[in-house]
């Protein structure tokens, strides 16, 4: 029977309920399917090893910065990675890894040969967008690592 008189009724506060109900359970599902499907896995394999190491890994970084070492990632028309580097020695071998931070899982290893003074080229081109990179430096008795990001 139709309410002619067209007050709020109990019924239509109980279909409000529902629809409010119903769209923060769709925007939450809709949340969840993307952080599930964007998230790339494990940071670590145990997270107690992980632990065990963490003392050494803080020594090697101090060891790393103590190197003065500085590397600042940047990309090329073409897609290759150039590295302006300071302080890293001519004899040294540079790689790295990069990989999409979010999206799709991307990944490329790429090793750097030298252009110029203080100046290493990729081996790969890398497709636009947004990349992570982790970079190792190795010169004899000296190792450097770190992290740089290109857009």
Do not use: C
């Amino acid at each position: 029977m139709a309410n002619k008189t067209g007050a709020f009724t109990g019924k239509h506060m109980a279909m409000v309920f529902i629809a409010g109900f119903g769209v923060v359970i769709a925007v939450n599902l809709v949340m969840a399917t993307f952080a599930v499907s964007s998230f790339h896995g494990t940071v670590v394999d145990n997270s107690y090893v992980a632990s065990q190491n963490y003392n050494g890994w803080l020594d090697k970084a101090e060891a790393a910065r103590a190197l003065g070492w500085q590397v600042l990632p940047s990309r090329r028309k073409g897609g290759r990675v150039v590295l302006e580097t300071h302080g890293v020695p001519v004899n040294a071998t540079i790689l790295a890894e990069a990989e999409r931070p979010l999206g799709d899982r991307e990944l490329a290893r790429l090793t750097f040969a030298p252009e110029g003074p203080n100046r290493w080229l990729s081996d790969k081109v890398i497709s636009p967008g947004r990349w992570k990179l982790r970079i190792a430096v190795r010169s004899p008795g000296q190792n450097w690592a770190g992290e740089g990001e290109l857009r």
